[in-house]
């Protein structure tokens, strides 16, 4: 038994080799600034010199702190709201696209859907911003109704309904993507025999289909519960202060934290606060969709 173990690792040496620069890479750029922002998180907010122990002091302040409490409450809603709304309008849009007969309009529909998607948030935000400006396409599509122009982006109300609708529409086209695929790995037996039968196309649907998407939607649901609580990006191009109130995230509050004001023992300690929420919602969410048991 001894003398197999290497053995095996002289026959595989090549791909064992090619596995250290992923694993150097994850220990640089993953754990060790992990490790560091959790021993940072104890320690007092100073940007150079000794930097003393100070226990939960961070974590204490952080809890009691009005912002980040509202920072908790508006990534509930806008990531709960994102997570539904993903998961919907992908696999309604990947529904339809399978009824589409057409191969080149087929095609042509699925780049146009996912290419937003490879787009950055900085484009995506610029690209909003533009469209739903005083002097945007939508100011002048209401206009021709006589509506006078509605200042999006500096008033309160439309805050979360823009960032949400921003980012379904930038992720729907990749998250129907994935379920296209599964649709195309359906058995083709099983729609032939259904026709034989007489079931109708939303009887496929219902009935072959859907069921056999549910390993795919519990992956997706997984996938997206990750991010419920991580919103930055699109916070970041999109946030001033008329829209902050309600659009303000936990990320967005650390990064403010340490980043702007400079207290990073504070925003350490906020950063694994959301690193534990992260964990929990999506621990949660498997045992909720029965990600682990068997089919």
Excluded: C
Excluded at 36 to 60: C, D, H, K, W
Excluded at 63 to 79: M, Q, R, T
Excluded at 239 to 260: C, F, H, K, M, Q
């Amino acid at each position: 038994m001894r003398g197999l173990l290497p053995k095996r690792i002289s026959s595989f040496k090549t791909f064992y080799f090619m596995f250290i620069p992923v694993v150097l890479y994850f220990l640089v750029f993953t754990y060790y600034p992990f490790l560091l922002g959790l021993v940072m998180s104890f320690q007092e907010n100073r940007l150079i010199g000794a930097r003393p122990f100070v226990g939960l002091t961070n974590y204490r302040f952080i809890v009691k702190d009005p912002a980040f409490i509202a920072a908790i409450g508006n990534s509930l809603i806008i990531g709960l709201w994102d997570m539904v709304l993903y998961f919907a309008f992908s696999l309604a849009l990947a529904l339809i696209l399978n009824e589409v007969r057409q191969r080149t309009l087929k095609q042509s529909i699925q780049t146009i859907a996912y290419i937003p998607y490879l787009f950055s948030w900085s484009v995506i935000g610029g690209v909003w911003a533009l469209i739903f400006d005083l002097k945007g396409l939508v100011n002048k599509l209401i206009g021709l109704f006589g509506v006078d122009p509605i200042f999006f982006l500096a008033t309160p109300d439309y805050a979360r309904p823009l960032i949400i609708a921003m980012g379904v529409w930038r992720s729907m086209g990749y998250f129907a993507l994935l379920f296209t695929v599964s649709i195309m790995n359906i058995d083709k037996q099983l729609f032939e025999a259904a026709r034989i039968d007489g079931a109708s196309r939303m009887m496929q649907i219902r009935k072959i289909i859907l069921p056999a998407l549910v390993p795919t939607m519990k992956t997706i649901v997984v996938l997206l519960s990750i991010g419920v609580l991580t919103h930055f990006d699109e916070i970041y191009v999109m946030v001033n202060p008329a829209n902050r109130r309600l659009i303000s995230t936990l990320l967005l509050y650390v990064y403010e934290t340490g980043i702007l004001n400079f207290k990073t023992g504070t925003a350490s300690a906020g950063a694994m606060l959301v690193m534990i929420g992260t964990l929990v919602v999506t621990i949660s969410m498997r045992r909720i969709i029965g990600y682990d048991k068997d089919e």
